[in-house]
């Protein structure tokens, strides 16, 4: 299949007046920024390895089309007792990418361009998030990292020329997690998989209510001890008990649902099943009077320079794709880097920016799924699903 670059991006939303965003020259130059230090090893090899391999890509042409082995491919590099930057990095580790070929094109076909990735994942390490260590979050967050597990590679491996070309066919515009790289990091003998998506939230628009909907009712309320976090991940039961809507326009919802018409036929086709949709939701009136109180902080010396703070980004990577003709207000995006944002609708009751994605995509509908999906229809009856005129949400056929 040839390559093809994503169109261009409208211009920020919300407001119909809002300036185009430029459009970036692709360029492919080494990176001469020195990479900072990670006290955890493992983040100092990953930022190593893909600035090394992002570097060994912008020396080999862009293939005319992807044959059948780019989809087996691998590029690995081991290094021993190794004299150089001795400070940063461990003395034994190794670096592997799969199928750089694949996810470079992948890349293009998103519009991200693959200095901007680099510079995302290693100006700074990335965190992580969440417990369990399962999720990093790139600086400046517009990259997720997700660990995997070998199975989950060769899951990947498999879904890998199908994903291509659905996300050839629909021209990169899908719900679905956008998959950018897939890389081992081997250090002290033990391997570690992450997976590099896009982040569903906005790397500058902070969430200040999230939701994980299945469009079935059966175990999908959030936990006691859930509901008292900062920031819960809310369920189906939650979202109806809250009578909660999201509130877009006319043409958006018509748009949003053909994408996710279209992207779950594509997962079940696959078999694969356990997706959600999450959902974020950014007030924003609550969202500037936080920038204020921030703002306030900072003029005061109370907080240190950065990237803190609900509205900071960095002046580079993905972050730094957002136009230079105006600062972006309160509730106003850039549609190029909050790929998954919906702007609420004129009249609305508040004033909110939506977020929604597909997630959690890999798990395959097998013989396991189809016994636990049977001990729970013996349990709760046939299909728990969302009383009439409930959730707008049906997940084709989502056990």
């Known amino acids: ?21 430029k459009k970036k020259q692709k360029r492919f130059v080494p990176q001469r920024v020195k990479l900072p230090r990670a006290a955890d090893p493992l983040l100092a090899v990953l930022g190593w390895g893909v600035t090394h391999q992002i570097n060994e890509l912008s020396q080999v042409p862009l293939p005319v089309m992807l044959l059948p082995d ?35 094109n992948l890349r293009e076909r998103f519009g991200v361009d693959d200095q901007d990735y680099q510079v995302s994942l290693t100006r700074s390490p990335p965190r992580w998030v969440g417990s369990g260590r399962r999720l990093l979050l790139s600086a400046d967050r517009t990259l997720v990292l997700k660990e995997l597990s070998s199975e989950d590679v060769a899951d990947v491996h498999g879904l890998l020329s199908h994903y291509h070309q659905y996300v050839v066919q629909c021209h990169g515009q899908t719900l679905l997690p956008r998959f950018l790289g897939m ?29 994980d909907l299945k469009g079935s009712l059966v175990d999908r309320e959030a936990s006691d001890k859930e509901k008292g976090k900062e920031l819960p991940t809310l369920k189906d039961v939650d979202f109806l008990n809250k009578n909660e809507k999201v509130f877009v326009e006319e043409e958006q919802q018509r748009e949003f649902m053909e994408k996710l018409k279209r992207d779950v036929e594509f997962l079940v086709q696959q078999k694969l099943m356990d997706y ?73 009751p508040r004033r909110e920016v939506y977020f929604m994605g597909l997630i959690d995509v890999l798990t395959q509908y097998d013989a396991r799924k189809k016994a636990a999906h049977a001990a729970k229809t013996v349990k709760h009856g046939v299909r728990g699903g969302p009383e009439p005129g409930g959730a707008p949400l049906n997940w084709g056929e989502h056990p």
């Open 276 to 348: 959600s949709l999450l959902l974020g939701i950014h007030e924003v009136d609550r969202g500037e009077q936080e920038e204020e109180e921030e703002l306030t902080k900072r003029s005061l010396g109370e907080v240190e320079g950065g990237l803190g703070g609900p509205y900071g980004t960095s002046p580079e990577g993905l972050g730094g794709l957002l136009n230079s003709y105006r600062p972006l207000g309160p509730g106003e995006f850039d549609p190029c880097v909050d790929v998954y944002a919906l702007r609420g609708a004129e009249g609305a």
């Open 1 to 21: 299949m040839a390559a093809a670059a994503a169109g261009p991006c409208p211009g920020p939303g919300p407001g119909p007046g809002a300036a185009r965003t």
């Open 183 to 211: 890389y081992r990091v081997s250090v002290d003998s033990e391997d570690t998989y992450l997976l590099v998506m896009r982040n569903l939230f906005s790397h500058r628009l902070p969430v200040h209510r999230k939701y």
């Open 70 to 104: 780019d989809f087996k491919a691998s590029s690995k590099i081991k290094v021993n007792n190794h004299l150089f930057n001795r400070e940063n990095l461990p003395s034994h580790f190794k670096f592997k990418e799969y199928c750089p070929q694949v996810f470079r």
